[in-house]
Structures are given as structure tokens and as C-alpha cells.
């Protein structure tokens, strides 16, 4: 019986119980919530549901508790149900009835987790876009890990999910870009505003080496061919980057496209037709504060250039355009105030604002020796991808960037993820896997085919919490994808590791005969726990990006 079963179980007999007692049905949730207990003492799982509901039907919580405990102590698969404080129930699963979880994953395969909650809908899930002008710092590289998962996690709940890279070739910041290159070729300082780091003298060398003449251009010709190569070679380089670090894109998006097409134009000529652009001052600005911004933002400035809302106005609606229903943005710590002014920008064209979703994700710190690590190799002003990844490691990378909410700012702490043993977190669920595949290999040498398990003698504390851990993974997944929250795959799967480690490790809970001894039943039993389990791991693994290895 999984924790959904369960659930449903709940509510049928909460319903058939009510309704004998002459009460109303129609108040119990559409959804009964179970949990599982923090105390392994009181029960397998536990249910608010009688409190919830109780005075609403026009019973005493604690009492409709009982009535409850009652009529599931009858039901087939459940061992007990107790009621506890004033109105909680605690029950207790039969061993048998906790094999149907083995029975699921093992059936189900890759697809357990996997769900059709989200199913027909596209979604466009936007992350990293960063500046095209120097390689991705760690605000990225959080995007990169995160955003990926976070695509799979959605995806493994049926949505049709393109992961899209915004690549902002617009603007002065490649002019800055450009005059660096310039300045890098000529042997001159880096400007004032420029971009300064060894990656820049190595484009610059490389676009000398290819045009041999292109510092002796004319000025605005020699700008133009740095700005062009020079953009060129950095988003190669990001491209290539990004791939070795696991995260590729289905669409890789021009800003200047926009701008090229008339795309910006028609948006802000549709708006000012709405009456949702207005004129002040000489420029044109966006009514925002109608639609819950908290200021009206410029779109068109006085002197007639565009500012840069104004291609995510037309980006906007370019995404709508294409079919999506819903726009998902990544954006880093310093872009709160998009929220208000892309939703505001969805209402003004009269869309639905709740198309638009904004996650901002906070501050990463690389921590060596105690210290904080502040100067890239390369970079120069920062640390970026490439210097995580040479330090712990793509598994380590993505894992620790996932690992907490993106609400708050983490510490990658070098010397502990480069450890091999159980204080890094990732060895830790890591090992758990190749643990698994180490006891499925030997398992080879025995005749388990010739046995059939009998789960109802896996009775034990240790068994029993592993098969009940096993059993949260489809409602981790499908929470992760409801609230954006990839981390919750991270914090199961050290939870699903600590569950089987000991059990592993516990000399009572031997999977293999010694010796010439025969396998029996309940060696049969736990060796589909195990298998169950390695599933279970790689599947989590899989959702995150990270490998799952045979062996360590």
C-alpha cells in the first residue's frame, strides 16, 4: 500500500463513516494528507484528516478519530490505527501490504516518479542567458544546475518543456565587450568600463590570428568585427561549456532578432494603441503600476532608443506566440524588480499575468580552507563554471548548486565536496547506489529466481522505514515540480540513502545466504528492496543530472 493508496483508503472510509453517522461527506478535502511520522514509535504514517474536518461535520475531532481507528483496524493491509493527542491517527501498515511499493518501482522502472500531472502543457523554461561577454560566473552555474533539473523535474510530470537560452547580443554592454577586444589587440588599458580577464586577451589573439589586419581597420570597421567574432567566440565558448557541464538547450534566442524583425516596434505601437504607454517627459513609458508594479518603467527613452524592457515586452510575446503557456524566467539576485514589470507587461497586452513566473535565485560562495575564493583563473573579477568544475567535479558541481532553495544564498564548501567519504553528500547518496549494484552483482552467484519473496516477513524497523522512504519518491517529485523546488529530490535522496545504509550495514538485515546456506523467502523479499531502492536512486540522480555509479 503507497502512501496515495493510503490516502484514498482515508478518504473512502472517512466518507463511509460519516455518512453511516448521519454526517456530511461533502467536507472532507478532496485529497486526505498523510504523513509520515518524525517518531518511528507512533506508526508508519499519520492523518490530520478527523481534525480537519471534525467540527465541520458537527463531531468531536478526537471522537470521529476513533471512529476511524475503527473501521481501518478492519481493512485488509492495515496492521492498526491508533488515536493520538486530539484528534491525530496513527496507523500502522502489515508488512505484506508495504511490498505493493517494492512491487511499483520494480514494474514501473525509470518511469516511477513519473507522472501526467502537467500533461499538455507547454511550458518555456528560460535560465543561465547570461551576457555573451565573458564566461558564466557561479550565479549561472547555479541557473545551469538548477534550471536543468528543474526542466527534467517538470517534464517527468508530463509538460512539453523547451528550455530556452535568452542571448542578449544587444545593447552596450557588447560595445564594452567590443571596445576591451579593441583595446586587448592594440596593446592598449582595458577602458574604464571594459571587461578585463585573460579570456579577453585569448579572443582577442584569436580574432588577430584570423584577421591579420583588423586593428589597422577603420574605426567603425574594426569595431563592428570585434563586436561580430568577438561575440562569436564567447558564446561558443559558453555553448560549450554549458554542454560539458550537462545542460543543453532546445532553443537558443537572439535578442537582436527582436529588434531586427520589428518585433520591439509592433509590441510598443500595440501598447500605446491600448492606451498602456503613455508620453511624459519625451519618452514613453509603461502603465505597470495598473497591473501591481510598483513604479511605471520607461520603454522608449526620450531620445528615442530603446530601453531595455523593451525587448522583454516583445520577447513576451514572441514566447506566447509560439504556443507556451507558461513562461518560467531564472534570474539572478539583482532582478527583483522583473517580476512586477514582466507580469505587468502580460496584463497590458490583456494576457493572464500568472503566465509569467519569476525565480530568483540568490548568491553562490566558493569556500576553501575556511576562505572565501574570490578571483577566477581566467575571469579575473570572478569565479566562474569552469573553476567550480576543475575544483569538485561536474557531479559535484551540479549536486551542491541544487542541493538548497534558490531563496537563499550557499556556500560550496571545496574541501568538503572533494571528499571521499560519507561527510560529502554526494558520496554519501553516491555510495548508496553503488552499494546496491554491488549486492545485485553478487546476488548472481546465488538461485534467487527458483525463491519467490514473501515481503510480509520483512517486519523490521530498518526494512519497513525503507520500503515506507521508497514510497515518498512519486510525491517528492510531483511537489518539486509543484513548487519549483529541486531541492527536494537532493534532500530525499540523502534521506532514501540514510534509510539504506543501515540496512546494508546491519548484520540482521543479511540479503545474501552465507555460505552453501539456501536463499529463502525473506532473502528473496530484500533483494527486491534493494533492487527497489538502486531504482529509486538513479531515478532521483537522473532527475538532477547526476550520474549514478556501479561502483566507487
Not at 512 to 523: F, I, M
Amino acid at each position: 500500500m503507497t502512501p496515495a493508496d493510503l490516502a484514498d483508503l482515508l478518504r473512502a472510509t472517512a466518507a463511509k463513516v460519516l455518512v453511516e453517522r448521519g454526517l456530511d461527506p461533502e467536507v472532507l478535502p478532496d485529497e486526505v494528507n498523510v504523513e509520515r511520522p518524525r517518531n518511528p514509535d507512533h506508526g508508519d504514517y499519520a492523518t490530520n484528516v478527523a481534525l480537519q474536518v471534525g467540527k465541520k461535520a458537527g463531531a468531536n475531532p478526537r471522537e470521529l478519530a476513533g471512529w476511524l481507528a475503527e473501521a481501518l483496524g478492519a481493512v485488509d493491509g492495515v496492521a492498526s490505527a491508533e488515536v493520538a493527542g486530539p484528534g491525530f491517527l496513527n496507523i500502522r501498515l502489515a508488512a505484506a501490504a508495504q511490498g505493493v511499493i517494492l512491487q511499483n518501482v520494480l514494474v514501473a522502472g525509470t518511469a516511477y516518479g513519473t507522472a501526467e500531472t502537467l500533461s499538455g502543457t507547454k511550458i518555456n523554461l528560460e535560465f543561465v542567458s547570461a551576457n555573451p561577454t565573458g564566461p558564466i560566473h557561479l550565479g549561472g552555474t547555479r541557473w545551469a544546475s538548477v534550471g536543468d533539473a528543474l526542466g527534467r523535474i517538470l517534464a517527468a510530470q508530463g509538460a512539453a518543456v523547451t528550455r530556452e537560452y535568452y542571448f542578449n547580443d544587444n545593447g552596450a554592454q557588447i560595445d564594452r565587450f567590443a571596445n576591451s577586444l579593441v583595446a586587448a589587440a592594440s596593446g592598449a588599458p582595458t577602458p574604464e568600463d571594459g571587461y578585463a580577464g585573460s579570456y579577453i586577451n585569448e579572443i582577442a589573439d584569436t580574432i588577430v590570428a584570423q584577421h591579420p589586419d583588423a586593428v589597422g581597420l577603420p574605426e567603425r570597421q574594426r569595431h563592428e568585427l570585434f563586436r561580430r567574432e568577438g561575440v562569436e567566440l564567447m558564446f561558443a565558448h559558453i555553448k560549450q561549456t554549458l554542454h560539458d557541464f550537462g545542460t543543453d538547450f532546445d532553443v537558443y534566442f537572439n535578442e537582436s532578432s527582436l529588434f531586427a524583425s520589428g518585433a520591439v516596434e509592433k509590441a510598443v505601437e500595440e501598447l500605446k494603441a491600448s492606451g498602456n504607454l503613455y508620453e511624459k517627459d519625451g519618452a514613453w513609458w509603461i502603465a505597470s503600476t495598473e497591473y501591481g508594479d510598483d513604479k511605471d518603467r520607461v520603454v522608449i527613452k526620450s531620445d528615442g532608443t530603446s530601453a531595455y524592457i523593451a525587448g522583454d515586452i516583445a520577447y513576451f510575446q514572441n514566447k506566447r506566440s509560439r504556443g507556451f503557456d507558461l513562461c518560467i524566467y531564472m534570474l539572478g539576485a539583482d532582478h527583483h524588480g522583473y517580476i512586477g514589470r514582466l507580469k505587468a507587461a502580460a496584463a497590458a497586452f490583456g494576457d493572464n499575468p500568472d503566465t509569467v513566473e519569476v525565480l530568483i535565485g540568490q548568491m553562490v560562495n566558493l569556500v576553501k580552507d575556511g576562505a572565501a575564493v574570490r578571483m577566477s583563473k581566467r575571469a579575473g573579477t570572478v569565479v566562474t563554471l569552469d573553476d567550480l568544475v576543475e575544483a569538485i567535479g561536474v557531479d559535484a558541481a551540479r549536486y551542491s548548486l541544487v542541493r538548497s532553495s534558490v531563496n537563499s544564498s550557499i556556500d560550496i564548501d571545496l574541501d568538503l565536496w572533494t571528499k571521499q567519504n560519507n561527510e560529502n553528500p554526494i558520496y554519501y547518496v553516491q555510495y548508496a547506489h553503488a552499494r546496491t549494484c554491488r549486492i545485485i552483482d553478487n546476488a548472481a552467484a546465488f538461485d534467487f529466481a527458483s525463491v519467490a519473496p514473501d515481503f510480509g516477513l520483512m517486519s523490521s524497523d530498518r526494512e519497513g522505514d525503507l520500503i515506507r522512504t521508497l514510497g515518498e519518491y512519486p510525491r517528492v517529485v510531483a511537489t518539486a515540480a509543484e513548487m519549483r523546488e529541486p531541492h527536494r529530490v537532493v534532500r530525499y535522496l540523502e534521506e532514501l540513502a540514510g534509510a539504506y545504509h543501515p540496512f546494508q550495514s546491519d548484520d540482521d538485515m543479511r540479503v545474501l545466504p552465507r555460505g552453501d546456506e539456501p536463499v529463502t523467502p525473506l532473502n528473496s523479499a530484500r533483494l527486491e528492496l534493494v533492487k527497489a531502492t538502486r531504482q529509486v536512486l538513479a531515478n532521483g540522480l537522473g532527475l538532477l543530472g547526476v550520474s549514478a555509479p556501479e561502483r566507487m
